[in-house]
């Protein structure tokens, strides 16, 4: 069982920055691939980073590649998500979640554990 806690998220101008974070209990955290998700209001919940178990290798949707980040520091069992020029679209409730070993990286049904969210809000 791994227990997952978002933090971070508030209210931030267009144009401007926020850096989340997952913290994760448990052992093994590196054995975990995670990933960030969000929903916003009235759609449904959507890919937005990855990041493996080792930090080594990273996966973005396209509406967020170039301007968000994830990383990720095993020591800690924390995973950040940097939010750089963020929009209005950008707005919603950002999910962490540990993908289960051999699931899409893409396909939210294939992560077993979650946060229960911070949200984000950019004004316009």
């Known amino acids: 069982q791994v227990q997952l806690v978002e933090s971070g998220g508030g209210l931030v101008q267009a144009g401007g920055s926020l850096r989340l974070s997952c913290a994760a209990s448990g052992r093994n955290f590196n054995l975990y691939a995670m990933g960030w998700f969000r929903r916003a209001p009235g759609k449904e919940r959507e890919f937005v980073a990855h990041?493996?178990?080792?930090?080594?290798?990273?996966y973005y949707a396209d509406s967020v590649k170039g301007r968000f980040t994830i990383s990720r520091d095993n020591a800690k069992n924390t995973v950040y998500l940097q939010m750089n020029s963020l929009k209005a679209e950008d707005t919603g409730v950002y999910f962490c979640?540990?993908?289960?070993?051999?699931?899409?990286?893409?396909?939210?049904?294939?992560?077993?554990?979650w946060g229960p969210g911070t949200q984000v809000t950019v004004s316009s």
């Open positions: 990041v493996t178990g080792s930090g080594s290798a990273t």
């Open positions: 979640g540990v993908r289960r070993s051999g699931g899409s990286t893409y396909f939210q049904n294939d992560y077993i554990y």
